[in-house]
């Protein structure tokens, strides 16, 4: 059962690289995947570590394609270092609803389904961005134990 919560977060700030996909899952996946690995590379160029987990970050979407950031959280002093597709920005500090998705990444429509549905009841609208913080990786743990937190901007 997803467990929808209210919350205040801060701003966190994150090194991405922007992609355009279909809806279809293998093709999110596709480019998720090369735009984790474009940014990795760069990090590792420079000398970046993570301040935390990998994330994506949606401002823009509809039911045929979705346009996407795709990187990693980073410390705030090393935004300055972004460059060529390698662009720097911070998620909102903002009122949001939040959620926590255990599982295949593949089921997170399912708990977005029931986030809008949710939503509703709160008589709340969705701002931008939404993002979801990966706390885990397939490498690291089974696909069933994949955690995702999951936040959505509130008007």
């Not at 979407?61 to 795709?70: E, G, K």
């Not at 961005?129 to 999951?150: F, G, H, K, R």
């Amino acid at each position: 059962m997803v467990e929808f919560k209210i919350i205040k977060v801060s701003e966190t700030p994150y090194l991405y690289v922007s992609k355009t996909s279909s809806m279809a899952p293998e093709d999110i996946s596709r480019k998720m995947g090369e735009a984790f690995q474009e940014v990795w590379a760069f990090m590792e160029s420079q000398g970046i570590n993570p301040a935390g987990g990998a994330l994506s970050v949606y401002y823009d979407y509809s039911p045929d394609s979705m346009t996407f950031r795709a990187g990693f959280t980073v410390r705030r002093e090393d935004l300055a270092k972004a460059q060529g597709e390698i662009r720097g920005d911070v998620t909102p500090a903002s009122e949001v609803l939040h959620f926590r998705h255990k599982g295949s990444y593949a089921t997170l429509r399912d708990d977005y389904d029931l986030m809008m549905k949710h939503l509703a009841t709160l008589e709340r609208e969705m701002g931008t961005p939404a993002w979801e913080i990966y706390l885990n990786s397939p490498d690291q743990v089974p696909e069933a134990e994949l955690l995702t937190d999951v936040y959505l901007v509130l008007k």
